[in-house]
């Protein structure tokens, strides 16, 4: 399909970046900020010379102060902004440069679950994760087949007709992150997944992001809460002032 970009490696001979924090291009490279700044006016600049790399298979923790850039770094990374300046790589592509009509099948690839859940009102969860294939005129077959899977693995199978008004808080990120890979995503972002969660929910929705992660899937978790990253000793990259202070392998929240 035209546009439909596979995060996949990048091949071996595509030129790295040389200015990163800790982590530098390898082969198995999938993801390479190059330089990237972001101003929105002569006195706002929300991101400042942003380089750094993501490996398949990584778990990493984006964390920073508010207005630190982290969100508008989430926006680039799902073409929802473009920077003023630098390269944004995807599975040996420049993002920035995708036209248009290319964007759909490229945001396909990318699962983003949000704080607040962003569900359909009225709806069981069977229906809403079932409304993200239909939007793109997936065959009934496939979402026959899809729904019920994505369903289990969130671990929501006996919640499946119930309408997201019943559901606890947990419950519906659940349902969040199962409409989020409903595409089989290559990356999922998870931007303050657990902000409005009781700490036993996070912990659930934490575990559930490292099962997911385990089968492949490279998570980023943009959060404030230093409990959750502290403890998962993984990957931490530090945002302040719109720019990258800290890039640590099983960092810490250092703020």
Not at 71 to 91: D, N
Not at 98 to 118: A, C, M, N, S, T
Not at 164 to 173: F, I, N, V
């Amino acid at each position: 399909m035209t546009g439909d970009i596979d995060l996949k490696e990048k091949p071996k001979d595509e030129k790295k970046s040389a200015k990163t924090e800790t982590k530098t291009g390898t082969e198995d490279t999938v993801i390479e900020f190059q330089n990237v700044t972001k101003q929105y006016s002569a006195n706002i600049e929300a991101v400042h010379d942003v380089s750094f790399c993501i490996s398949a298979g990584e778990f990493i923790s984006l964390v920073g102060p508010s207005g630190a850039g982290k969100s508008t770094l989430i926006k680039l990374l799902t073409c929802e902004e473009k920077p003023t300046s630098g390269k944004i790589v995807v599975a040996g592509r420049d993002i920035t440069e995708l036209k248009k009509k290319e964007l759909p099948y490229f945001r396909r690839k990318v699962g983003v679950i949000f704080q607040d859940f962003k569900l359909l009102p009225k709806k069981t969860v069977y229906e809403n994760v079932a409304f993200a294939l239909e939007v793109c005129d997936a065959p009934d077959d496939e979402v026959k087949d899809k729904v019920p899977k994505i369903i289990d693995l969130v671990g929501l199978t006996r919640r499946a007709f119930s309408f997201t008004e019943e559901l606890s808080g947990g419950e519906k990120q659940r349902v969040s992150i199962a409409r989020a890979l409903v595409h089989n995503p290559k990356l999922l972002i998870a931007d303050e997944p657990t902000g409005n969660l009781d700490p036993v929910s996070t912990w659930e929705i934490v575990e559930l992001l490292f099962k997911i992660n385990k089968q492949g899937t490279i998570v980023m978790l943009a959060t404030h809460d230093r409990e959750v990253v502290d403890s998962l000793q993984k990957r931490v990259i530090t945002m302040k002032e719109g720019k990258l202070v800290s890039d640590q392998q099983k960092g810490k929240y250092n703020l």
